[in-house]
């Protein structure tokens, strides 16, 4: 399946990522790090291909992950799902989702902080219009500008 922006309570976007063997701790589990790859995997598919080059003078902020379950390499696959919930002047919060394809479970909720920096990196640099624009186009219903 290829990544997609699909329309649920709002637009969400979900891609599918491979659970590879690399990812696998010494215990058989996903390590919990690995979760965090797999959110940057989605946030950064999604808003490269919104945004393109805007993209790079975005970073990470904040990123809060509840662990739901452990994923295995039987599991195979999980679709990563993002929501933008909010937009602020210069940052956009999503809501994501782990779900094992396996069984429908999920693995792990998170919410991120992403800011829009100046051409140094050092400092938030609030969205142009056309930036904010595509951003709007994102917003859960029940997400806030």
Partial sequence: MASTI????GMS???????????MDGFGHVNNAVYLTYLEEARDELFTDLLGEVVHRMVLRHSAVDFRSGLVQDDD???VIVEVVRIGSSSVTTR?????????RTAATAESVM??????RSAS??????TRALLEQLIGEK???
Wanted: charged letters at 40%.
């Fill in 6 to 9: 699909c329309k649920s309570s």
């Fill in 115 to 120: 800011v829009h920096c100046d051409e140094s």
């Fill in 13 to 23: 976007f979900v891609k599918r990522i491979e659970i590879r063997w690399r990812d």
């Fill in 143 to 145: 997400g806030e500008r």
């Fill in 77 to 79: 696959r999980v679709d």
């Fill in 96 to 104: 994501e989702t782990i779900i094992a394809l396996s069984d429908g």
């Fill in 125 to 130: 640099a609030p969205f142009d219009a056309g």
